[in-house]
């Protein structure tokens, strides 16, 4: 059993920066892939970024270049930094880990956090 708690999210300007993270119980972290989700207000949830057990990592078109998902295994804590942030990126921000080499499906996932708020504002 994994238990996932985010951190970090807030009200942020256009432009702005923010650095969120995930801390995890348990002592296989460094054996799971970890994947940011987010869900926007009256939209389904899409994928963010992950980052496999390797380093590897993946991102949506629409963060790429400006978001960077990283992962401290001595601290089981996967982060999320997000900079030149849009009004679109507004979202609550889940973290999840599955057990496989897995990206984008939801599915696959198999631990969840209950989410952080991101408000990005003009």
């Known amino acids: 059993q994994v238990q996932l708690v985010e951190s970090g999210g807030g009200l942020v300007q256009a432009g702005g920066s923010l650095r969120l993270s995930c801390a995890a119980s348990g002592r296989t972290f460094s054996t799971y892939t970890m994947g940011w989700f987010r869900q926007a207000p009256g939209k389904e949830r899409e994928f963010v970024a992950a980052?496999?057990?390797?380093?590897?990592?993946y991102y949506a078109d629409s963060v790429k270049g400006r978001f960077t998902i990283s992962r401290d295994n001595a601290k089981n804590t996967v982060y999320l930094q997000m900079n030149s942030l849009k009004l679109e990126d507004t979202a609550v921000y889940y973290c999840a880990a599955s057990g496989r080499a897995v990206i984008s499906h939801e599915d696959a996932y198999t631990y969840w956090g209950q989410g952080t708020q991101v408000t990005v504002s003009s």
């Open positions: 980052i496999w057990r390797s380093g590897t990592t």
